[in-house]
């Protein structure tokens, strides 16, 4: 029994040893897989910047500005260059006020119309900034009324004049005046047609503009501008009884009589001699005109430079210096750009199925000639 029983402590001594030892070696190999999965380096991890959507700008829409705010920077620059002009006494026919625009500051020299000085004495300017002159005519010519004033002040603000020829119908002016009175009235409007012409009791006025900006009494000599704040047109008339047709006198025709008033005291006007109308479509094709717009001539004035170059009554003008006819306008403003150079107007003409050159040489005319003539 002794010996049984040595036998089986031994048996359990062996087992425990053996329990033991694999314990031990659990717990190291247990140690290395955990030393192991430290020192493991993971691979690198790349974060990839994720960018904003691209918001692309929409650009900002703002509402076109008003016509007032368009205006207002030019009428007060050229409202400075815009006088009052009153009168103690004046002639039947005239008017006690008006309207002028200075030209020449330095010299003090000032537009305006015929009628707003006709007859007057002890003419007075007033200006923008209230202070008031006597004025004397330089000059006057009442068949295209315009006269030339003149006040004894220097460095006075003057206008800027600019070209009427190129306006279009439908473009943005206004008028600047003094109608009843009050100083400085500005209206609005757009031109509506040019080449206008004015016959009544000795007005000899062509190729005026149209506009329905309002041109009231007092407003006459006033200032047409044109949206680069340059004076276009001298303020002339409004048709009686009607709303919205008013003219001023393009200021390239002011520029010509204003130059001759003070060099001469005479007006002059260059001519061809010859009367003339737009060719209606249907006798264009009918004549078989090669042209889309054309002149007929309707009649040649004896001794005027269109008969000594051989013009003739019944000729069609398809071409003015080699370029095709665009209005009656075309041909008026080709003989004041070639009397002014001294050049002859070159005129391509159709008569009788033949085509042909002619040049042309315009004569300056005074206009009291003219006037008689017609």
């Known amino acids: 029994m002794r010996e049984r029983t040595a036998w089986r402590e031994i048996l359990l001594w062996l087992i425990g040893v053996l329990i033991g030892a694999g314990l031990v070696s659990l717990g190291r190999w247990m140690g290395r897989q955990e030393v192991s999965l430290q020192n493991a380096q993971s691979p690198p991890i790349t974060f990839q910047p994720v960018s904003a959507p691209k918001v692309e700008r929409v650009p ?29 006494e004046r002639l039947p026919g005239g008017q006690n006020a008006g309207s002028g ?31 008031r002159f006597n004025a004397k005519v330089l000059g006057s010519e009442p068949h295209v009324d315009i006269a030339v004033l003149q006040i004894p002040t220097h460095d006075l603000p003057e206008a800027k004049f600019g070209s009427s020829e190129e306006l279009k119908e439908g473009a943005w002016v206004i008028a600047i005046g003094n109608p009843f009175g009050f100083s400085n009235t500005v209206t609005v409007g757009v031109v509506s047609a040019k080449g206008r012409s004015l016959r009544d009791e000795g007005i000899f006025l062509d190729d005026l503009i149209q506009t329905d900006a309002a041109i009231n009494p007092g407003n006459s000599g006033g200032a047409l501008v044109n949206s680069k704040g340059e004076v276009v047109g001298i303020n002339v008339a409004m048709r009686p009884g009607a709303q919205g047709i008013a003219f001023a006198i393009p200021i390239e025709t002011v520029q010509d009589v204003v130059e001759q008033l003070l060099q001469h005291k005479e007006v002059r006007m260059p001519l061809l001699g010859v009367n003339y109308e737009m060719l209606p479509e249907n006798e264009r094709i009918k004549l078989g005109v090669p042209a889309e717009r054309a002149l007929l001539i309707s009649s040649v004035r004896q001794g005027m430079p269109a008969e000594r170059a051989g013009l003739k009554s019944g000729d069609v003008i398809i071409a003015i210096n080699d ?40 004569e300056w005319v005074p206009i009291r000639q003219i006037v008689r003539q017609r």
């Open 60 to 88: 900002e829409i703002l509402p076109p500005p008003s016509p007032v705010d368009f205006w207002v920077p030019i009428v007060e620059r050229v409202g400075k260059a815009v006088v009052s002009i009153e009168s103690e």
């Open 101 to 131: 625009v200075i030209f020449d500051g330095k010299r003090g020299l000032i537009v305006t119309n015929y009628h707003v000085t006709e007859g007057a004495k002890n003419l007075t300017v007033i200006l923008k900034d209230g202070r």
């Open 323 to 362: 370029a095709a006819v665009r209005d009656t306008n075309h041909l008026r403003y080709a003989v004041r750009k070639a009397a002014r150079s001294n050049q002859p107007v070159k005129l391509r003409i159709f008569r009788r199925g033949r085509v042909f050159d002619i040049l042309v040489k315009p």
